[in-house]
Antibody
Framework: EVQLVGSGGGLVQPGGSLRLSCAASGFTFSTTWMSWARQAPGKGLEWVASIKEDGSDKKYVDSVRGRFTISRDNAKNSLDLQMNSLRAEDTAVYYC?????????WGQGTLVTVSS | DVVMTQSPLSLPVTLGQPASISCRSSQSLVHSDGNTYLIWFQQRPGQSPRRLIYKVSNRDSGVPDRFSGSGSGTDFTLKISRVEAEDVGVYYCMQGTHWPRTFGQGTKVEIK
């Protein structure tokens, strides 16, 4: 089955760190850009970061650049998002997404709550 | 950043009637490769987004043919020919041409 399964969400204090992971299956992971998107509670969708097939190119939205790092392990079919210096406004459901020009597969989402 | 503007933001529709959502971009979405990367997503309550349409007008496998996409340049439309109960949810347009990728605000479709 083609799927993306995200994990790693939880409650973290402002200024803290969290690492999200996404396990991909059912498709050739190493041949596609991968991305993270997020959705704050009751709000719309926001693109967060993307990484090229071989990890040689990474893109970030301005609001997370310098704080978040996207990475991948093609041998393990996994995608990560390291989130540092977290802020209340980073509270959202984070989705692992396949693709970057016409993203066609979204994971189930993992909730990150930044609060004291 | 490219601003994606959807209208309306709320769309009450009678079952069996048509519905139309507009999406306008602040810049042309024609990529240097000649493609126009405008995508439409449906998000049902409590679910992850689901892609319906890619490259303006290409319907995904399994998407009912009552959904159609059209447009060019900066002006795009999603149409539902006859709304069914299962179409309730929020619809987003997204551009995949420019960095960073950006979404419209979302249009909430509900049954009258």
């Amino acid at each position: 089955e083609v799927q993306l399964v995200g994990s790693g969400g939880g409650l973290v204090q402002p200024g803290g760190s969290l690492r999200l992971s996404c396990a991909a299956s059912g498709f050739t992971f190493s041949t596609t850009w991968m991305s993270w998107a997020r959705q704050a509670p009751g709000k719309g969708l926001e693109w967060v970061a993307s990484i090229k097939e071989d990890g040689s190119d990474k893109k970030y939205v301005d609001s997370v650049r310098g704080r978040f790092t996207i990475s991948r392990d093609n041998a393990k079919n996994s995608l990560d998002l390291q989130m540092n210096s977290l802020r209340a406004e980073d509270t959202a459901v984070y989705y692992c997404v396949r693709g970057v020009v016409s993203p066609g597969l979204w994971g189930q989402g993992t909730l990150v709550t930044v609060s004291s | 950043d490219v601003v994606m503007t959807q209208s309306p933001l709320s769309l009450p529709v009678t079952l069996g009637q048509p519905a139309s959502i507009s999406c306008r971009s602040s810049q042309s979405l024609v990529h240097s490769d000649g493609n126009t990367y405008l995508i439409w997503f449906q998000q049902r309550p409590g679910q992850s987004p689901r892609r319906l349409i890619y490259k303006v007008s290409n319907r995904d496998s399994g998407v009912p043919d009552r959904f159609s996409g059209s447009g060019s340049g900066t002006d795009f439309t999603l149409k539902i020919s006859r709304v069914e109960a299962e179409d309730v949810g929020v619809y987003y347009c997204m551009q995949g041409t420019h960095w960073p990728r950006t979404f419209g605000q979302g249009t909430k479709v509900e049954i009258k």
